[in-house]
């Protein structure tokens, strides 16, 4: 079946622009994740979201970044007016259930450059 | 707040070999997710194997198992046979069991190569 996609898979974005990230988690997984990769780190939590509710927000590390799930699938991840530090691999993941040790299916990843 | 270290940045074996790599982590919690993941090059990140802190049993996969040692806080992962898919980033990942905190904390990672 069809993995957790998203897109887009590259951005570069000038600093002070908007972006948006878009996540498609597996059909019927109830748990999302974001995360952000810096080059050559491991991954660090953004948020967390249990269908459509955002559970967990505490690694958001500003008010620039957004994140939303309105309808309990897919979900964008916003940032507002980028920064350079902003620029690292965005990972999406999704779970069948909710809860915590629950293996957690990664998408590819969108690699955002900011300029 | 809690913390994963991997003390090996990189690590290189021949295919076939059996290889280990370590993982410490520090916390207060008594109960708590323990998991591998694997990150091949240009790949997706996959789950390797997990282990849950109440569990005493180590945890096994195949050719890969854990060395969980609650009390020393160590949670090293054992390759056996080794083969050349094998090569990727590891990484370490520790999640605490509570009511609000969904938040997955990552070590930065070991990177392995299998050599033919």
């Known amino acids: 079946g069809a993995g957790v996609s998203q897109s887009p898979r590259y951005k570069v974005a000038k600093r002070g622009q908007d972006v948006a990230l878009r996540c498609d988690p597996i059909?019927?997984?109830?748990?999302l994740f974001w995360y952000q990769q810096a080059l050559g780190q491991g991954p660090e939590f953004l948020t967390y979201f249990q269908n459509e509710a955002q559970l967990d927000k505490s690694g958001l590390p500003s008010d620039r970044f957004f994140a939303e799930r309105p309808e309990g699938s897919v979900s964008t991840l916003k940032i507002q007016r980028t920064q350079q530090e902003d620029s690292a691999v965005y990972l999406c993941a999704s779970s069948l259930v909710s809860g915590r040790g629950y293996e957690q299916y990664f998408g590819p990843g969108t690699r955002l450059t900011v300029t | 707040a809690q913390t994963v270290t991997q003390s090996q940045p990189e690590m290189s074996v021949q295919e076939a070999e059996t290889v280990t790599l370590s993982c410490t982590y520090d916390?207060?919690?008594?109960?708590?997710?323990l998991f591998w993941y694997k990150q091949p090059p240009s790949r997706q990140m996959i789950l390797v194997i997990r282990q849950e802190a109440y569990k005493q049993q180590n945890a096994t996969e195949n050719r890969f198992s854990v060395n969980f040692q609650k009390a020393a806080k160590s949670f090293s992962l054992k390759i056996s046979d080794s083969q050349l898919g094998d090569t990727a980033m590891y990484f370490c990942?520790?999640?605490?069991?509570?009511?609000?905190?969904?938040?997955?904390?990552w070590g930065a990672g070991t990177k392995l190569i299998i050599k033919p």
């Open positions: 916390t207060s919690e008594n109960n708590y997710y």
């Open positions: 059909s019927g997984h109830v748990s």
């Open positions: 990942a520790f999640m605490k069991n509570s009511d609000s905190n969904y938040q997955l904390i």
